[in-house]
């Protein structure tokens, strides 16, 4: 198990049973499920969770980012548009 994918489940577990999300709390809980990870990964999700909370980031999944999609449509005119503004190239003699 990768160690973001480890304190991504102690952060959820340790939120759902109302604790404080912290790095101790994280790397207890991971190594209790005899998961061992790098040490840095619990104090990044531990400073991250303190700025935004685990429901918050619940709440919001799939929510912001926007203006991604919705160029596919047109269908066949674009390549003849694009074809039509082309400059010919020049004749060389």
């Known amino acids: 198990m990768s160690g973001d994918l480890a304190c ?12 404080e999300v912290t790095a101790d709390k994280m790397d207890a809980l991971i190594k209790g499920a005899g998961v061992s990870v790098e040490p840095y990964w619990a104090m990044l999700f531990a ?3 303190a700025t935004k909370s685990v ?12 203006g991604g999609g919705g160029g ?3 269908g066949g ?17």
Request: charged share 20%.
């Open 72 to 74: 596919g449509g047109g």
């Open 8 to 19: 991504t489940y102690a952060a959820l577990i340790l939120s759902d049973d109302g604790q």
């Open 55 to 66: 429901d918050e980031l619940v709440a919001n999944v799939g929510a912001g980012g926007g």
């Open 77 to 93: 005119a674009a390549p003849a548009a694009a074809a039509a503004a082309a400059p010919e190239p020049e004749e060389e003699e």
């Open 47 to 49: 400073k991250f969770l």
